[in-house]
């Protein structure tokens, strides 16, 4: 789905871009103006990223620290064996699928391109970075988009299970719509050069106040715009 097709057919696609400008606004004077910078290298957070995977951030965390200090190179990964590499990041669960998956990506980087390192995506046309991306196995849309965002501060815009519920309760998002769908909206909808700070104001937002089980509406400052907190109010 391109942006041109979102804005042609989505429903008051106007509108949900409207509330953009006012709701990054009340975010930046809650949570501050975050600032991209290269933390961590591609490659890790990609890897990073598959060990994310249907778990926690601490587990996430926990199982990429055993990775790198048992294997200390990415070639080190290639050539453990199955079996123990599977049980090296069992923290982050799901290992049984990860382990292999993890292997299979860096030998595909590694005959693509000779070396582990996918820096060239820095230079890449968007749409042909995204697509070099999720021809991997195991990487979608959300994956390729944190890669691009976080370690090139290219303007993707990662859709978590945070942005996904709260872009839908504000409005941005049409109610129903998928994650991997979801994500060309907010691309439409923001400006590129806020992809990074809108997308960590919005997932501090998710986890602080608009949470899953209960929406603090009380203490929040975007009600006003709020689709959710106007049916809510009115019923």
Excluded at 26 to 31: D, K, P, R, S, V
Excluded at 46 to 66: K, M, P, V, Y
Excluded at 71 to 87: C, F, G, K, L, S
Aim: proline share 7%; with cysteine; glycine share 4%.
């Amino acid at each position: 789905m391109t942006k041109l097709t979102i804005i042609d057919t989505l429903d008051d696609f106007e509108r949900r871009k409207a509330k953009y400008a006012p709701v990054a606004e009340a975010l930046a004077e809650m949570y501050g103006a975050p600032q991209w910078r290269k933390d961590t290298p591609a490659m890790d957070e990609l890897i990073s990223c598959i060990l994310s995977q249907n778990t926690s951030d601490t587990n996430r965390d926990r199982g990429f620290d055993a990775l790198k200090a048992r294997y200390p190179t990415w070639q080190e990964v290639i050539d453990a064996p199955e079996d123990e590499m599977i049980a090296t990041i069992k923290v982050s669960g799901l290992s049984n699928q990860k382990g292999p998956r993890i292997q299979e990506v860096l030998r595909f980087i590694l005959a693509e391109r000779g070396e582990f390192n996918i820096d060239f995506l820095a230079d890449l046309p968007m749409d042909e970075a995204k697509a070099w991306l999720t021809q991997l196995n195991g990487i979608g849309p959300k994956t390729a988009a944190i890669v691009l965002c976080f370690s090139f501060n290219r303007p993707a815009f990662p859709v978590d299970t945070h942005i996904h519920r709260v872009g839908q309760r504000i409005g941005f998002l049409p109610e129903g719509i998928s994650a991997d769908k979801a994500h060309p909206v907010m691309e439409a909808i923001v400006p590129p050069d806020d992809h990074y700070a809108f997308h960590i104001n919005l997932i501090t937002h998710g986890r602080t106040v608009c949470q899953a089980r209960r929406p603090f509406c009380e203490r929040c400052p975007v009600t006003t715009y709020c689709d959710y907190y106007q049916q809510v109010t009115k019923n």
